[in-house]
């Protein structure tokens, strides 16, 4: 894998000589190592402090929005990019703003879809050892350097997820928030898979394997609204939006 010329770590931005190889989630997490972390691990909750700070106070005003999930190697001559596209728009259409990853493929056709609907187009990025900065159709960005914070902002500020075909940084993103509504810790929140070529092989493992061996319930499985109509999705979107206003 091509090591990058640029990088960015939360606000900083390094630049070819200055691009280091690892990453502040992973110095955090990883165990190896002398016992120096006795006195670091305090000073770095300053740290993680400041990246809720700076992304309750960017998104706070922020107004109804969905987050928006896919792969990061999707092409723009892809399918799912011109859908990427046609959801960002359709979304901010439906009054609603867009939350990305901030990153290129599927992320950056959602984000250029509300972009150019002259909507609000949010992009959350993250520090990785090959991945660069955000992409051009972002119009607000933040930089995270740990996973935790950026993903509290996600579930935090927006009112569903609309996934489109990714791989695992998407899988993580939906499970876990999966996870969250089916333990009632978010309310009133859908889940949407778009592409049903790509998902559905999944859905029939969830009923076929972990539904038959009592490991989930069907309810569980049925959270997950799984569809081709990007129209549909963002109906459900609204649908949903409507019933958090009336409560």
Request: one cysteine or more; hydrophobic letters at 40%; charged letters at 25%.
């Amino acid at each position: 894998m091509t090591e990058p010329q640029e990088k960015y770590k939360g606000p900083v931005v390094m630049r070819r000589s200055q691009v280091d190889t690892t990453t502040t989630d992973q110095r955090l997490l990883d165990s190896r190592g002398p016992s120096d972390w006795v006195h670091t691990d305090p000073w770095r909750v300053l740290r993680i402090q400041a990246e809720f700070i700076e992304g309750f106070g960017a998104l706070a005003e922020l107004g109804p929005a969905i987050a928006c999930f896919g792969s990061s190697r999707t092409k723009p001559d892809d399918p799912v990019y011109a859908m990427g596209v046609e959801v960002g728009r359709a979304l901010t259409e439906a009054g609603f703003a867009v939350i990305t990853g901030g990153g290129p493929g599927a992320m950056e056709a959602v984000n250029k879809g509300a972009s150019e609907a002259h909507g609000t187009s949010v992009g959350l990025g993250i520090e990785l050892p090959y991945e660069v900065g955000l992409n051009p159709w972002v119009d607000i960005g933040i930089n995270f350097r740990y996973f935790f914070a950026r993903k509290t902002m996600f579930v935090k500020y927006s009112q569903g997820y609309v996934v489109l075909p990714g791989g695992l940084g998407t899988l993580d993103e939906l499970f876990e928030a999966l996870t969250l509504v089916q333990t009632q810790k978010v309310t009133s929140f859908p889940l949407v898979l778009l592409g049903t070529d790509y998902w559905q092989g999944m859905i029939d493992w969830l009923r076929d394997r972990a539904v038959q061996h009592g490991t989930i319930s069907r309810r569980d499985v049925d959270l997950l609204n799984l569809t081709d109509d990007v129209d549909h999705a963002v109906s459900l979107m609204v649908e949903a939006r409507e019933k958090r206003r009336t409560v």
